[in-house]
């Protein structure tokens, strides 16, 4: 009933999770610098818009807004 309520099965399901941790495992790697320049509160603000467009938008366009979101939950911390 899920699937059909958001358009996809379960191959877009996992595409979305490879999107994620995919891009989640580059931000990781590469946000250091990002991280240190800002801190963490800027990718955060980025986070909420996007984490509300996976739940609101339909169909591909959805993964458009799976990568900011993993950007955005995965860019490290700055040391305090």
């Known amino acids: 009933m899920t699937s059909a309520l958001v358009g996809g ?3 877009a399901g996992e595409a ?3 999107v994620l ?7 990781t790697l590469l946000g ?6 800002w801190g963490r509160i ?3 603000r980025v ?7 996976i739940a609101l938008v339909p169909g ?8 900011p979101a993993a950007v955005a939950n ?3 911390a700055r040391d305090a």
């Open 9 to 11: 099965g379960p191959a």
């Open 16 to 18: 979305a999770l490879v």
């Open 21 to 27: 941790v995919g891009v989640g495992a580059a931000s």
């Open 32 to 37: 250091g610098v990002p991280a240190e320049r």
């Open 42 to 44: 800027r990718p955060l």
């Open 47 to 53: 986070a909420i818009p996007a984490v509300a467009g």
């Open 60 to 67: 591909p366009a959805v993964y458009g807004l799976v990568a």
């Open 74 to 76: 995965y860019v490290p």
